[in-house]
C-alpha cells in the first residue's frame, strides 16, 4: 500500500499536469521536457526560480496597491483587462498590447498591417519577426488565447526569452 501511495504521489509531482493550467514552451527550448514557464493561478513560474515568490503576477484590475507591492517583491506584474495587457505598470495609461480578432496580438505603438503576433488554433505563438518554421513559443492548455496573450507580452517586451 506504501508503494502504491508513493507512486502515486510521484507521479502527480512529475506530471507537467500537476501544477500547472498552461505549460509554455519557447522554440528555442525543443528538445527539453521542461517547459520554460508555467501558468498556474494567475502567476507565472520560470524554471529557474528557487524561492516560494512567482516570478509574474497577473491581475485583472490595476490595483495600485497590489501592484506596487508585487514591483517591489521584485515580481513582474501582468494586467489583462478586456483585451488589453499591461506589463509592469501601475497606472491606466495605454495599454503595452491589445488583443484584437483573429488572435491578433498589436503593440500600442503599432500603426502598421502587420500584427506583432498571432496565436493560432493549435496553441501555436508566432511574432511576427520569426521568419523560422518553428513557432516563437507553444502553449499547452486549456486558456490559450489568454496565456498566448501573457507570453506574446512577454516576449515582446523582452521580460521572457
Do not use: C
Not at 490595476?62 to 483585451?83: H, P, R, S
Not at 493549435?122 to 513559443?137: D, F, H, P, R
Request: glycine share 4%; charged share 10%; aromatic share 8%.
Amino acid at each position: 500500500m506504501k508503494k502504491i501511495y508513493l507512486v502515486i504521489l510521484t507521479i502527480a509531482l512529475f506530471s507537467s499536469h500537476a501544477f500547472a493550467d498552461s505549460n509554455i514552451w519557447l522554440n528555442s527550448n525543443n528538445k527539453s521536457i521542461t517547459p520554460n514557464a508555467i501558468i498556474k493561478n494567475h502567476q507565472i513560474w520560470l524554471p529557474t526560480n528557487q524561492t516560494q515568490t512567482p516570478n509574474f503576477v497577473i491581475f485583472d484590475q490595476m490595483d495600485q496597491n497590489k501592484i506596487t507591492q508585487a514591483l517591489t517583491n521584485n515580481q513582474g506584474v501582468i494586467v489583462i483587462k478586456n483585451n488589453q495587457i499591461w506589463v509592469n505598470e501601475i497606472s491606466t495609461q495605454p495599454p503595452f498590447a491589445i488583443l484584437r480578432s483573429g488572435n491578433q496580438i498589436w503593440l500600442q505603438d503599432n500603426h502598421g498591417t502587420v500584427a506583432n503576433a498571432i496565436i493560432k488554433s493549435n496553441g501555436t505563438l508566432w511574432l511576427s519577426t520569426n521568419n523560422s518554421t518553428i513557432a516563437s513559443a507553444y502553449i499547452e492548455g486549456n486558456n490559450q488565447r489568454q496565456d498566448g496573450f501573457i507570453i506574446a507580452a512577454l516576449l515582446l517586451s523582452q521580460q521572457l526569452g
